[in-house]
């Protein structure tokens, strides 16, 4: 108890210290100091053990369950604190006025249905959809369509609100306290903040991509709508094209003519270019000799069948006819 007094124990990291530890001598090899170290280390291990079951314990499945009390030890931090974000523009105008935000609700009541609808998104209240007829104002213009209207002021808020949106970014990534999850989207750089520059594609390599993409389909693009100024792309595949079963007139004559020009460049003038004299002379010598050599194969087997018959003994044949000739004339008789 009087060793285990000298130790300095922290159970909500569970770290144990000895300040006053120090060597007697000098390790004289590894082996030794690593011997030393294991024993301070299991002494360590046993305080730390004695401390954490002298705390109020609960009964558990498992096993007994203690609390820790919150650690006394200060650790570093592996990397530095976060940067804390700029106010936005809205932010520092609800300062200004007072303005407190409050939770609203994500279900309100719906006056033209007459029943209780999302406040956002799919089928939400006062949708532009549900609005079947929008009263006149002396404001508005004659002639002038009332739905269309409303359609192009919802794509100038969403469009003013994206505008904020990457405005707020770019303050952000001015003191650096973007969030890492928009930093790649924001500023093109990688996630770990480094400020190393981003990989530029080439023009071919941005017009071999161009080209793979435009000729994805099925079609090969060939249906695909143009960009203006969009040029055809390099590496366009090649289709096999069938001729048509029924000859007829146009595309249905054209397997005759490839016939046609097939024969007539084997009977032109210059016809050993493009048949292999020597090619053909050898294939037919070889099969030439290789029907003599079956055939002389054939008549050595022949020749050794009627040399095999002739060494082997003759059958005795039975005369039958005598015995028979006999036996009627002794009936005759």
């Not at 770990?192 to 693009?221: C, M, N, R, W, Y």
Request: proline share 7%.
């Amino acid at each position: 108890m009087e060793s285990q007094n000298q130790y300095e124990v922290d159970l909500g990291n569970l770290l144990a210290f000895n300040h006053s530890h120090h060597f007697p001598s000098l390790p004289s090899s590894r082996e030794e100091l690593v011997k030393e170290c294991l024993e301070e280390g299991t002494k360590l291990v046993q305080a730390i053990a004695d401390r954490l079951f002298n705390l109020p314990s609960t009964e558990d499945v498992d096993g007994p369950i203690v609390t820790l009390p919150p650690p006394t030890t200060k650790l570093p931090r592996s990397k530095h604190l976060p940067k804390p974000k700029p106010p936005t523009k809205w932010e520092l105008f609800a300062k200004k006025k007072g303005i407190k935000k409050r939770k609203k609700d994500k279900v309100v009541w719906d006056e033209q249905t007459g029943t209780w609808k999302r406040r956002f998104g799919y089928d939400r209240v006062d949708d532009d959809r549900d609005v079947p007829i929008i009263e006149a104002k002396m404001t508005d213009e004659p002639g002038e369509d009332p739905f269309a209207k409303r359609q192009e002021e919802k794509k100038k808020r969403v469009a003013k609100q994206d505008k904020n949106r990457l405005q707020n970014l770019k303050q952000a990534a001015k003191v650096g306290a973007l969030p890492s999850h928009v930093q790649l989207a924001a500023t093109a750089l990688p996630i770990t903040g480094t400020q190393a520059a981003p990989k530029k594609f080439t023009k071919h390599e941005l017009g071999d991509v161009a080209g793979i993409a435009a000729t994805s389909t099925a079609s090969g693009g060939k249906f695909d709508k143009k960009v203006p100024g969009e040029k055809a792309p390099k590496h366009q595949g090649k289709h096999r094209k069938f001729l048509p079963v029924v000859e007829g007139s146009g595309i249905g004559s054209r397997e005759k003519e490839q016939t046609d020009k097939v024969l007539n460049k084997l009977f032109s003038k210059h016809s050993h270019e493009i048949l292999n004299v020597e090619k053909a002379v050898t294939a037919y010598n070889v099969k030439r000799e290789k029907k003599q050599r079956l055939k002389h194969n054939k008549n050595v087997e022949d020749k050794s069948l009627s040399t095999s018959n002739k060494l082997k003994p003759k059958k005795q044949l039975n005369k039958k006819s005598a015995n028979k000739g006999s036996s009627k004339k002794g009936k005759a008789k």
